[in-house]
């Protein structure tokens, strides 16, 4: 338990406790949702567990129990929350800036949040099999989506003669897009990727399971985190993990390892796509028609650039894939949404007949 005492910077913002929270990755974005008079204390949450979370304040590290009404708000690792004085219960939960999400596993148009707020994002891969653009343009929708600086990570560089066409293969992908190739369990070699995660900045881990996530988690932060698969509960049909978790680095910033993702079913990425494949949507832009199906329309600059050999069909084949995805998945979501608001009025509905009665009753 906390005292009130531990709090009284929340009152005053003095200084020390504000830098506390700005290495927590605190931002004008969160502090423009604080109510003045709220007595509540920010806490960024460091793991969820099923009852559970861990979470961190300026002055330390908590467990905070989750029943009721918390359990609802969805927290996920990286988001802020707002706990009592006494540490003991989640009143709510900040807005987010941005969050990964995939369709979870299954056929109930559910989503799984994977964290939140996070700043950058290291796209994970290996220089073998697991290599695959179509792949890497899936996280980069999603990192996009969440607003999240992608940085593509081809771990084990130190198994193959050559990487240069993995990186330029990935490269290419998107202009400007930084491309890393090393080898995870090299000090040096991952020091090019510390910039990303100094002083409050958040950076999440994805990727295959076996490609190098929580070795490079280890290696930067030299953290006793055990490398090794994890398992993914299903418990009660919902798809949760136990062990997303975010880890502090020597020099301020936070990493956090998630589990390998097995299916990455985009949800709700909309216009993230479009940003991925700008080039296609480029081309697009000069149609004759603006509802251009790139098929058989005459003045399709699409099909012309393809013919010219500047535009990949494969590209514009995995475009068209994901907006099918995203589109079918997101519908589903919705519909879960309004099944579930449909529900809610059910329930309450009966729930205020049976008041009625008891009250007639009296
Ligand atoms: N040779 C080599 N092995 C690596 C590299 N990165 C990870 N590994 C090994 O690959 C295995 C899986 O790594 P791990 O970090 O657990 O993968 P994760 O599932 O993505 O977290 C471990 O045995 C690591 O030692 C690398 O860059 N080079
Ligand atoms: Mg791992």
Known sequence: MISLAAFTWYAVYNMTSTDCLQSLGWRPFFQSQLDAECCWVPARVLGVHRNRIDAALAEGQLTIALSGKSAELGITVGDWVLVDPDGLHVRSRLERFGVFQRKAAGTGGEVQLIAANVDNLFIVTSANRD???????????????????????????????????????????????????????????????????????????????????????????????????????????????????????????????????????????GGALDAVFNDVTDHASRCRFSDCTHETEPGCAVVQAIKDGVLDPERLRRYRKLLCEDRRNSESLAERRSRDRRLGKLYKSILSDKQQEKEIGK
């Open 131 to 269: 290599f695959n653009v179509a792949r890497l343009e899936r996280y980069l929708a999603i990192a996009y989506e969440a607003g999240a600086f992608p940085i593509i990570v081809i771990t084990k560089a130190d198994t193959v003669e050559t990487v240069d066409e993995l990186v330029s293969a990935a490269a290419r992908l998107s202009p400007g897009l930084l491309v890393e190739a090393l080898d995870a369990r090299d000090p040096d070699a991952v020091e090019v990727l510390r910039r990303w995660c100094e002083n409050g900045q958040s950076v999440a881990l994805l990727g295959s399971s076996g490609v190098g996530k929580s070795t490079i988690v280890n290696t930067l932060a030299r953290a006793a985190q055990q490398t090794r698969a994890v398992r993914e509960d299903d418990q009660r049909g919902r798809h949760t993990t136990t062990s997303r978790s975010m880890h502090r680095m020597p020099n301020g910033g936070w990493l956090i390892d998630t589990p390998g993702m097995r299916e990455l079913q985009l949800v709700d990425v």
